[in-house]
Every structure is written in C-alpha cells, then in structure tokens.
C-alpha cells in the first residue's frame, strides 16, 4: 500500500498567477498520476509522472499549463499556470503500487484550488 | 474507448435500508473494475476490485460488488446502509495488463443517507 500527502490542502488563487502542487509518498514508488476533478464531475487524468522521464499528458492538457516532475521515487509537483477560474477543481495526486497480489492506484486527500 | 457509467448521480436511503449504486462500463477487452468512496474533504479510498476469478467479490465496510459480463455491470451493493455511508462513489474501470494505471472513472453517485 502507499500513504499520499498532498501540499497546500486548499489554496484561494488570483487568476494570471500560478500554484505549485507537492504530492509525497511514504514509500518509493515508479508511476504516479495526477487527476483533475472539477465541480460536480468525476475524474480526469491529466498525466501520467515516471521518475526520469517526462510526463505523459492525457488530450486536452499540455506540459505549458500543467508542468510537472518527478525528481525522484517519492515526490511530484504539478503547477497549475497562468490561472483562470476554469482551472478551479481538486487535484489529486495517486500512485500505483502493489497490494492484495495485484496494483492498485491510491490517492492522495488532494488540493482544493479556487480561482478568482 | 473505455468508458463508465454511473444513471444515478444521486440517491438517498434510510439508515438500516439496502443500497444498491449501478455502474455499467464499455470496454473492449477483459476488464478491471473498481469501486471508490470519496467522504467529504477526502480523497478516494478504494472500496473493492475485480481482477479475475468469482464475480461476486468482498470490500471493506461490508460492501460487496458483482461482475456480470452480460451485461456489462459492477453493481455495488450493501445489506445494511450506515450513516457514516453518505459520500460520493465512483466506478472505475482498467486495462486488464495487471496494472492499475490508466483508469477511466464514471461521474459518481452521490449517497445521502437518512436517518
């Protein structure tokens, strides 16, 4: 299994400005993913994070918007940039890891992020 | 391309009443199934999965969830509803390549529960 922190919990932004998001795992793990989960709707992956290589973004997001790294096996950021109200959402970091015999994905409480 | 979907975007029970959350998917090969909860200010915790083997499997807080090919469901069901049950649900479904990456996730049924 895989215990997430997620840094800020909640942040109240100014549209044009940009937030770093910081997704710690409490052991080493090879893929992580962040999500995307606007208002009233399920979620979307926004890009797969493999340490040593670049993210892999899902259609409809781009790496100038949503850059991301993954310096190592226990730790990602994602920045939300130059931001609008439409990028108000809860972002979820998971990871993949093994459990029961089979992977499964486990996330983190996420961060709730308001665009004003 | 895979998809997941949820009818119910939200139902309301009596404490102590049956639950059932429909989830119907599409997918064009063997599925992986799941089902989360999200509580309020939470994360997801996963609830229940199938990989392979019998089709009715057992999940944490007494719920249970049935694969049914046929029709292409993973139901998720409770006995007995507890007030601590009220949250969002989700159905997600995977590749079948003995990883959990990838998941596509249905809408969500929101669970209110009275007492």
């Known amino acids: 299994s895989a215990v997430i922190s997620q840094k800020p919990s909640r942040d109240i932004c100014q549209r044009g400005t940009s937030l770093t998001i910081q997704c710690q795992v409490d052991s080493q793990v090879t893929m992580m993913f962040w999500y995307r989960q606007q208002p009233g709707q399920s979620l979307t992956l926004i890009a797969t994070a493999n340490q040593g290589s670049e993210a892999t973004y899902e259609s409809g997001f781009v790496i100038d918007k949503f850059p991301i790294s993954r310096p190592n096996l226990t730790f990602s950021t994602l920045t939300v940039s130059n931001m609008s109200p439409e990028d108000s959402s809860i972002y979820l970091c998971?990871?993949?890891?093994?459990?029961?015999?089979?992977?499964?994905?486990?996330f983190g409480p996420g961060t709730r992020l308001t665009v004003l | 391309a895979q998809s997941v979907t949820q009818p119910d975007i939200h139902i309301t029970v009596s404490e102590g009443a049956s639950l059932e959350l429909r989830c119907n998917y599409s997918y064009g090969a063997t599925p992986y199934l799941f089902w989360y909860v999200q509580s309020p200010g939470q994360g997801l915790q996963l609830l229940l999965k199938?990989?392979?083997?019998?089709?009715l499997v057992q999940g944490i807080k007494g719920f249970e969830a049935e694969f049914k090919r046929s029709q292409s469901s993973f139901n998720l069901r409770k006995p007995s509803v507890h007030w601590s049950d009220a949250a969002e649900y989700f159905c997600a479904v995977g590749p079948f390549t003995g990883t959990a990456s990838k998941l596509t996730f249905g809408t969500g049924t929101r669970l209110q529960v009275t007492l």
């Open positions: 199938y990989f392979s083997g019998d089709t």
């Open positions: 998971s990871v993949e890891a093994q459990a029961r015999g089979y992977n499964e994905q486990f």
